[in-house]
């Protein structure tokens, strides 16, 4: 027995008040052998397998079923840690379906984020990866505080005791199932996100069908592309960004995901899709234009040359686009030459040739890697949101205008304002519902006109572009009482190529000092190109007198645009880049400056003493 899929008919007049399973079910109808969903297979051939939105409408019904035969119904909470799989992608959709709401959990999550969430959410069933996350998972089924009664296990093999995720798909047998599908309504929660605790416990976000699309129809409209667009998805579904570049805006344009399991495995994808569109965090820009800095810097002195000329052309370009300006003909001309000759034959060795939209999101973006892009004629349409406004709130555009170095204007979905004293406060039909509470009920996080506080600082020029200026809880503030944006130093550091990353010390303290980690990429390239040999990797480059003497030049030229309560007076080279495996970092890749404060504690006092 086959399900028929609701017909184009079925969909709202008012597009914001479409639900995701009546997406699904119009692409089932309209672009029923349109690809949707591809995946890298196991095989040594390293195969693809694609799926059209007529075969995800059915294989998601199907999942459906097997849910709904655990005893999930409408309302309840499903947790899902798995990598960037079909089985993640598929059930999520699947349980929407249903009325259930998926909770993705960040594959890197400690225990203790993993048992506050399971609590948090009150979910009964888990559907988690492989034998390693059964283990962690495993203690909360005995756990009486904790309502988890059973796991399902993707991987064949490792299921053990628990659910094997293949005896999810089957034919659905109650008649009342057809009833109890596809019938959410745009106020019904459609997801609950996790903050990535930067500072304290994760707290859930209650995101609606109805605000989820208010933002995606925001977003296409300060966005070209071209139709059913192709999307590499290799972020968490944990992040808000992949659930919106991921899932929903995919059923929402009908557009073609690659997923990715492994993000170190991005760069091969992309080579192999060439997008239209990619979207990396800060730390993911950062890392290409090292890696292709570091390739430049071991070309022939000629063949920089013509190439940084390419990049002067290509900047003059972006500079009257940016202004809002037609490029001048010769200018064009010119622009046009250099592109086909120079740029485009590097871009597509990367696979980024067909680039028309690039983005970034989620911290303070370098204004020196967006201009090193700028080099080849990619615009990083930089972007601000968070998981309470369903993603992005203002955005640069190629459509609407942009300005290098702000995160745009506000998108249609979004009012935005700042207080008197720098905080960023949002308001709109794309702001969430509430942070979820253990009884179930939902907290409102907004004032009592609808305002909600978002944590970050900022200002909004004349021509309504927002700059950001730091997270308000990490603005440092010396003991002379001056207030210092530590991703602005940061950042300021990050401009030379051996520093990878940064962080900034000094709160009530009267000269700020460093941690400065080289960067795996551009060290041993920037040794190679220079003739410095250390054996012994990333320890031995960073001892090396000729490596200490660059990090030191690149701390004064970072110092020389610094005024001088923000200057780095003292600083501490480290070997080991940070992670989130490790700790330092987010699954978001946002610095946890507390954990790093209590790992390095020791260094940091060792910099304020003789």
């Not at 707290?203 to 296409?220: C, I, Y």
């Not at 809880?473 to 990050?494: D, F, Q, R, W, Y």
């Amino acid at each position: 027995m086959t399900s028929r899929p609701r017909t184009s008919g079925d969909l709202s007049d008012d597009p914001a008040d479409r639900t995701l399973p009546q997406l699904l079910a119009r692409n089932a109808t309209e672009y029923p052998l349109l690809p949707g969903l591809s995946w890298q297979t196991a095989d040594p051939d390293g195969a693809w397998t694609t799926l059209g939105w007529a075969e995800i409408h059915e294989r998601t019904r199907s999942l459906a079923a097997g849910f709904r035969a655990l005893g999930v119904g409408r309302g309840d909470h499903v947790l899902l840690m798995m990598s960037n799989r079909p089985e993640h992608w598929l059930s999520d959709l699947a349980l929407v379906r249903l009325g259930a709401i998926p909770v993705s959990v960040y594959g890197t999550s400690a225990p203790e984020q993993i048992t506050h969430i399971a609590r948090n959410c009150r979910a009964r069933l888990a559907v988690v990866e492989g034998a390693a996350q059964v283990a962690v998972w495993e203690p909360l089924l005995a756990d009486a505080d904790t309502p988890l009664e059973r796991l399902v296990v993707a991987e064949e093999g490792a299921e053990g005791p628990h659910s094997p995720y293949a005896a999810l798909l089957r034919e659905p047998e109650p008649e009342h199932f057809a009833g109890e599908l596809d019938t959410a309504r745009p106020e019904d929660p459609l997801t609950v996100v996790y903050t990535s605790g930067t500072s304290g416990e994760p707290k859930g976000v209650v995101l609606t069908h109805r605000q989820v699309m208010s933002n995606a129809l925001a977003l296409d409209a300060v966005v070209e592309l071209p139709p059913h667009v192709e999307h590499i998805c290799y972020l968490p579904f944990a992040h808000i960004a992949e659930r919106m570049l991921g899932i929903y805006l995919p059923c929402h344009r009908a557009s073609h995901v690659y997923l990715c399991a492994d993000p170190t495995g991005v760069a091969a994808v992309v080579r192999k899709v060439r997008p239209a569109q990619f979207f990396g965090v800060p730390r993911i820009w950062e890392k290409l234009s090292a890696a292709v800095r570091g390739v430049l810097s071991l070309m022939p002195a000629e063949q920089r040359a013509v190439i940084e000329e390419a990049f002067e052309v290509a900047r003059e370009h972006v500079g009257h686009r940016e202004r809002g300006e037609t490029p001048p003909a010769e200018l064009e001309k010119r622009y046009e030459r250099v592109r086909e000759e120079v740029l485009l034959p590097m871009l597509a060795a990367g696979g980024l040739d067909r680039v028309t939209w690039s983005a970034s999101a989620s911290a303070p973006m370098s204004v020196d890697v967006v201009r090193f892009w700028a080099g080849f004629g990619i615009v990083i349409m930089d972007a601000w949101g968070m998981t309470e406004t369903t993603g992005v709130a203002t955005s640069n555009s190629p459509r609407a205008g942009f300005r290098l170095g702000s995160v745009g204007r506000p998108v249609e979905s979004v009012q935005v304002r700042v207080a008197e004293d720098g905080e960023i406060m949002v308001r709109g039909s794309s702001v969430f519902s509430g942070y979820l509470q253990p009884d179930g009920s939902v907290h409102s996080g907004l004032d009592a006109d609808g305002w909600l506080a978002t944590g970050d600082i900022g200002r909004m020029d004349e021509d309504g572009y927002l700059w950001l200026t730091d997270r308000k809880k990490e603005m440092i503030i010396t003991s002379t009482g001056k207030n210092v944006s530590p991703a602005l130093v940061e950042n300021a550091l990050k401009t030379h190529p051996l520093i990878g990353q940064a962080m900034v010390h000094g709160d009530n303290r009267s000269y700020l000092v460093a941690l400065l980690v080289l960067d795996a990429e551009a060290a041993p390239a920037w040794a190679a190109a220079n003739g410095v040999e250390a054996e012994g990797g990333a320890a031995a480059l960073a001892a090396h007198p000729a490596v200490r003497a660059e990090v030191e030049r690149a701390v004064a030229a970072a110092n020389a645009r610094l005024n001088h309560t923000e200057q780095v007076k003292r600083y501490e080279l480290l070997t080991e880049e940070w992670g989130p495996a490790t700790g330092e970092l987010t699954p978001s890749l946002k610095m946890r400056r507390r954990i790093i404060r209590d790992k390095y504690a020791e260094e940091l006092s060792g910099l304020y003493e003789g």
